[in-house]
Nanobody, 122 residues
């Protein structure tokens, strides 16, 4: 059974940093893995995705502040978040795709973690 488990969320002050991790079990993902978030009362939002080769795609809202990376040997995905703002407060989700293309659309992702909450105080 495939499982994605996120960790690293928490409470941080504005301007601070957090590093989220996601570990996949049950199979190895050869294609895109990404991060999304959902703030209270809002739709799920794409943040970043990375192909197995390391090629990445970012949303404009986080470009330059967030960095996505993956360790294929550990079947893990990471999101380094710097210069955090109160607007970054949300539940952050890891996702993995079995599609042979990179995408910012949540429908392209087949597996999802349960989410980890990030709260940024002002």
């Amino acid at each position: 059974q495939v499982q994605l488990v996120e960790s690293g969320g928490g409470l941080v002050q504005a301007g601070g940093s957090l590093r989220l991790s996601c570990t996949a079990s049950g199979r190895t993902f050869s294609y895109a893995m990404g991060w999304f978030r959902q703030a209270s009362g809002k739709q799920r939002e794409f943040l970043a995705t990375v192909w197995s080769t390391g090629n990445a795609l970012y949303a404009d809202s986080v470009k330059g502040r967030f960095t996505i990376s993956r360790d294929n040997t550990r079947n893990s995905l990471y999101l380094q978040m710097n210069s955090l703002k109160p607007d970054d407060t949300a539940v952050y989700y890891c996702a993995a795709s079995e599609q042979q293309y990179i995408s910012a659309y949540s429908a392209a992702y087949d597996y999802w973690g349960q989410g980890t909450r990030v709260t940024v105080s002002s």
